[in-house]
Structures are given as C-alpha cells and as structure tokens.
T-cell receptor, first 113, second 114 residues
Framework: DAMVIQNPRYQVTQFGKPVTLSCSQTLNHNVMYWYQQKSSQAPKLLFHYYDKDFNNEADTPDNFQSRRPNTSFCFLDIRSPGLGDAAMYLC????????????FGPGTRLTVT | KNQVEQSPQSLIILEGKNCTLQCNYTVSPFSNLRWYKQDTGRGPVSLTIMTFSENTKSNGRYTATLDADTKQSSLHITASQLSDSASYICVVSMFSGGYNKLIFGAGTRLAVHP
C-alpha cells in the first residue's frame, strides 16, 4: 500500500517557469518534509510542516515555497526554476514524537531546460 | 558542527560476499541513528533504527551496530545479492522543537557484481 505518494515522478519545466510538485500521505502523520537531493549528494532539508506550522531552513532560497492545505497534502512551489534547481525532490512524513520513523516518497525528478 | 561521515564512498563486491560500511558522526543532541537504502532514482527506505542504548540491530541480512561512546556505527551485509546494489545512507536524528531533524551522510554506493 502506498504511504507517501509523489506526483509527478518526472517533471520537466522551462527556465523561469513556475512549477509545483505534489506530495500526499495516507499515514495521518503530523510532520511533512521536503528535501532536495542532487546527484550523488545527501538529501538537503528545505522545510517542514508541523501540522500547519511552517518551518523554513535558514539556507533555503526564497525561490522555494510550500503549502499544506490539509494533513494529507503538501506542495512544493518553485517560483522561478533555475538550471541549478534540477534535482530529485523527496517528500517525507513522520509522527511528532521522538524516534518515530521518517517515511520517504519515491521522489520527483525535476529537469529544467 | 553536526556532521555524518561515511566510508568508503563506493564499494564493489562479488555476489555472495559480505561487506561492512562505516559511519562516524558528531551530532548533538543525539536521538537515534538510522541506515537507509536508496535505489537509483527512488526514495530512501529504512533498514534499521537504533537509539542510544542499542548496540546492534538486524534486519534480515543487514546488521547495524552502534557505539555511542565513540560515535561510530557500521552496517554489515551478509551474503550479498545483486539487488543489494544501491546507496546506503547513515542518518543521525536530532529531536528538537517537536520534530526529528535528520543529518544525512553522503552515502556509500555499493555495487554487487555477479
């Protein structure tokens, strides 16, 4: 059973054209995370939602925004994608207690042309 | 600075052989340590998770160890299979502000050859 679902799996966008990536979860977890992973690098946390509370990492560019309209869904908006934003974007969820597992989605591979 | 370092960066072994991957960390406060397997183009999948008081944990052919005193962990893979070819990522968790912040290692890329 799918638990963390990301759509689309592959996304191609043009330089400067806004793009939205989608994540949904069937786990009813409080916390949802967005990570950026470039080739052969570790995932880098962009931000997370604790319920409706948005928490931005200090070094996340303003170009990246997020929305969480309800518990199940979370969106990553890239307002003006640059070539350097081409990467795998991973969504993850967890409960709000210490030690709980983070479950990752399959990722969306973003290509910027 | 909170860091997780893994070695080796990459490893090639023959099918059926065993291997051990290493992880050193300087993360504080420590919550738990996880090993993930990430196939190419896929999201990470959890193999093991260990808290401060656990020394070893197994998941099938995968056995993880943790030495909280020396801040070292290892992942041992027994009787490797071709499907074990993947990146193995060591992740240390800090619990702060009501959520687990994960500090990722750069991973060890394992290739299992027939």
């Amino acid at each position: 059973d799918a638990m963390v679902i990301q759509n689309p799996r592959y996304q191609v966008t043009q330089f400067g054209k806004p793009v939205t990536l989608s994540c949904s979860q069937t786990l009813n977890h409080n916390v949802m995370y967005w990570y950026q992973q470039k080739s052969s690098q570790a995932p880098k946390l962009l931000f997370h939602y604790y319920d409706k509370d948005f928490n931005n990492e200090a070094d996340t560019p303003d170009n990246f925004q997020s929305r969480r309209p309800n518990t199940s869904f979370c969106f990553l908006d890239i307002r003006s994608p640059g070539l350097g934003d081409a990467a795998m974007y991973l969504c993850a969820t967890s409960r709000d207690s210490e030690g709980w597992e983070q479950y990752f989605g399959p990722g969306t591979r973003l290509t910027v042309t | 600075k909170n860091q997780v370092e893994q070695s080796p960066q990459s490893l090639i072994i023959l099918e059926g052989k065993n291997c051990t991957l290493q992880c050193n960390y300087t993360v504080s406060p420590f919550s738990n340590l996880r090993w993930y397997k990430q196939d190419t183009g896929r999201g990470p999948v959890s193999l093991t998770i260990m808290t401060f008081s656990e020394n070893t944990k197994s998941n099938g052919r995968y056995t993880a160890t943790l030495d909280a005193d020396t801040k070292q962990s290892s992942l041992h893979i027994t009787a490797s299979q071709l499907s074990d070819s993947a990146s193995y990522i060591c992740v240390v968790s800090m619990f702060s502000g009501g959520y687990n912040k994960l500090i990722f290692g750069a991973g060890t890329r394992l290739a299992v050859h027939p």
